[in-house]
């Protein structure tokens, strides 16, 4: 019922930059704390940045200082700046719930790429 969709990703240089779109369907996502995850080939999923329904952060300490995590309650959307990109930071790129016991995690979207590359 609830669908999740991202878009922004694609191909940058190292110290580049993007932003990543999270667009909610179907829910109301003001009142969830949303994140975003990612993951890499080989690798298991992990959460990158959240962001509470009243608005506080908190980011993976692989990314802080990098990127923000935002929201924008009206529009359902939720949003990733990632700033000075390097080539760790390649993986698709998803957004759900911060889970918690009584939500858990939406259904998961298809993601999108980043690739940080010369």
């Known amino acids: 019922q609830v669908q999740l969709v991202e878009s922004g990703g694609g191909l940058v240089q190292p110290g580049g930059s993007l932003r990543l779109s999270c667009t909610v369907s179907g829910s109301i996502c003001s009142i969830y704390a949303m994140g975003w995850y990612r993951q890499a080939p080989g690798k298991q999923r992990e959460l990158v940045a959240s962001?509470?329904?009243?608005?506080?952060?908190n980011y993976a300490d692989s990314v802080k200082g990098r990127f923000t995590i935002s929201r924008d309650n009206a529009k359902n959307t939720v949003s990733l700046q990632m700033n000075s990109l390097k080539p760790e930071d390649t993986a698709v790129y998803y957004c759900?719930?911060?889970?918690?016991?009584?939500?858990?995690?939406?259904?998961w979207g298809q993601g999108t790429q980043v690739t940080v590359s010369d």
């Open positions: 759900n719930r911060y889970y918690s016991s009584s939500s858990g995690y939406a259904r």
């Open positions: 962001i509470s329904s009243s608005g506080w952060t």
